[in-house]
């Protein structure tokens, strides 16, 4: 089955940072394009970062919002997506999603709360 599996998250206050992780079965992550998105509640989804697949040259983009502060990385040793999001702000208080689009696989939703 198709499945990505998150971990990390949690309450931080502002300027501090987290790294979100996820884990990809039955997929191989470096072969795809992974996408990072969040929600913040009663709003709809925003996406956040994409990574190619080596086909694509493994590019990187990020929503202008986060440019500079979040890096998208791929351990493809362990098959995991990363998320490392530095000088967090209240505004990144989302649930976050790493998800591959065409699969249809999302993973189950990391809470980031920034707050003082």
């Not at 997929?27 to 989804?45: D, E, H, I, Y």
Request: charged share 15%; hydrophobic share 35%.
């Amino acid at each position: 089955e198709v499945q990505v599996v998150q971990s990390g998250g949690g309450s931080v206050q502002p300027g501090e940072s987290l790294r979100l992780s996820c884990v990809a079965s039955e997929f191989t992550l470096s072969t795809v394009t992974m996408n990072w998105v969040r929600q913040v509640a009663g709003k709809g989804l925003q996406w956040v970062a994409r990574i190619g697949g080596n086909n694509r040259g493994s590019r990187i983009t990020y929503a202008d919002s986060v440019k500079g502060r979040f890096t998208i990385s791929r351990d493809s040793a362990r098959n995991t997506l990363h998320l490392q999001m530095n000088n967090l702000k209240p505004e990144d208080s989302a649930v976050y999603y790493c998800v591959h689009f065409s699969l249809g696989a999302w993973g189950q939703g990391t809470r980031v709360t920034v707050s003082s």
